[in-house]
């Protein structure tokens, strides 16, 4: 069973940065794509980055274009998201997610099998 456990989370305020990273419990991890969902207050959760796991894929909605960065050391299982500029429009628990088989467009929340637990973003302006 893949564990997938976020870190980084935390309250800052509106311009500063912060650095989420999720790494798997397992060896010999190698899924078809990492991604970052994110869910607001009252709002559903909904994609904010991917990375394919074994090709140069980077995918990211686009109020986060520019802002924000995925990124992955397969050495150590890890994923990350580089968040910079944030704004309160950013507040949000953040979800990482692992797929283990091909993923037709790494964007929707069904093609992910593995869910971390999430942490949580806030951003005061």
């Known amino acids: 069973q893949v564990q997938l456990v976020e870190s980084g989370g935390g309250s800052v305020q509106a311009g500063d940065s912060l650095r989420l990273s999720c790494a798997a419990s397992?060896?010999?991890?190698?899924?078809?794509?990492m991604g970052w969902f994110r869910q607001g207050p009252g709002k559903e959760r909904v994609f904010v980055a991917a990375i394919a796991w074994t090709a140069d894929r980077t995918y990211y909605t686009d109020p986060v274009k520019g802002r924000f960065t995925i990124s992955r050391d397969n050495a150590k299982n890890t994923v990350y998201l580089q968040m910079d500029s944030l704004e309160p429009e950013d507040t949000a628990v953040y979800y990482c997610?692992?797929?283990?088989?091909?993923?037709?467009?790494?964007?929707?929340?069904?093609?992910?099998?593995?869910w971390g637990q999430g942490t949580q973003v806030t951003v005061s302006s």
């Open positions: 997610a692992a797929g283990a088989h091909h993923m037709a467009t790494m964007r929707t929340r069904f093609e992910y099998d593995y």
């Open positions: 397992v060896r010999n991890f190698s899924p078809y794509a």
